[in-house]
């Protein structure tokens, strides 16, 4: 009896190309995104497979601090409950010196990421923001990312992973000293969404042109960079099927793609998408299969614990390998709603799964010694930090988180 027997032909040609080493193409990765319900288990285990095949029963994690430097943008997302205009409640950009306490604190609980996350160009939307910036010596908002990614790096030991939106060359050679990776989510590839009525209509900086242009032009500065894709606001299963293999294109070209994460949707009161229903388990579970299969065993593939929590198992038999960052003492300032797991039962929900916990930089493994990937200025600190398998050494798992 065929291994395959029971599939579509269409299904069952994908996996067969999977198991003879051969890349998926647009065809294959739709023909297994919409699966059938009783096809699931076999695109599943494939993924388990091809990621077990590239990166073991290994699963890891970053531990950092969440620093929103500003919540102020010029986009409005319908999804997105971070973003302020001046002079609403919460509205705020941090200063400096906070930005350094949150650090040190963060290092005296062990962390070793500070994740800088923040709008979009304010200063193009708010004369209040261009006058703050003005105020500190400041002429855009990148030349403040710029400035706190350095102060990190040199006064509390914790490692700049700069989140800013999007990114000329320039200015990724500006944070490129300071930083060991930067990242964007690519969120979609699909023009769509920013039309008439879609979750990217009032987001200038969303057009998916613009954010693969960063992607790009990360890979010709040689910066690790993590992307990713936001599913469940609106795209179609083979336009996340697009833009995995946008990502794929560029990570292919320039080999500088360190990590996709495969984030879903959550609701919230607040926002114009408030009544949008959020992916089920099962699509989460097949988008992460999906990833997995067209990205090839080689790749780090993420999706956050704490949008799906009680699932770990699940998720981990769908093909990812790391959980993103986690934080002992910061909240998701981007979903406030989701607190952090605790990391004993991180660990043990991973070792449920048969699969061993283990922390990472924000840099993964396979880029510290890739010649050019981590700047000067903090190589002996990232080389201090990990053992021979460019991870962090074994400690008892903390409980802080």
Known sequence: MSAHAGLTAAVAAALERIGTGRPLGRADGVAL??????????????????RDRGKGRTVTYSRKVFLPLTNL?????????????????????????????????GARLGCKEALLSLGDKP????????????HRGYRTTMDYVVAASRAIATETGLLPHANPGLMSERDLLALRDWNVSVGLMLETSSDRLGGPGGPHERAPDKRPAQRLRTLEAAGRAGMAF??????????????????????RELHERYGHVQEVIVQNFRAKPRIPMARQPEPSLDDLRRTLAVARLLLGPDMNVQAP????????????????????????LTIDHINPEAPWPHLAALEAATAAAGARLRERLAIYPEFIHRPGFVPEPLRHRVLTLVDAAGLVPDRAVQVAV
């Open 305 to 328: 614990p704490n949008l799906s929590p009680g699932t770990y198992p699940a998720l981990i038999a769908s093909g990812l390998n790391d959980w993103g960052g986690v934080s002992p």
């Open 73 to 105: 943008c010029r986009d409005d997302c319908g999804y997105c409950t971070f973003k302020r205009d001046p002079g609403q409640p919460g509205a705020r950009t941090m200063e400096l010196d906070e930005v350094l306490a949150v650090c040190e604190a």
């Open 226 to 247: 993590t992307t990713g894709i936001l599913f469940g606001i609106g795209e179609t299963p083979a336009e996340r099927v697009d833009s995995l293999l946008a990502i």
């Open 33 to 50: 995104i919409d699966a059938a319900p009783g096809e699931l288990g076999a695109v599943l285990g494939a993924a388990a497979t091809l």
């Open 123 to 134: 200063e193009a939307r708010f004369l209040e923001h261009r006058e703050w910036l003005r």
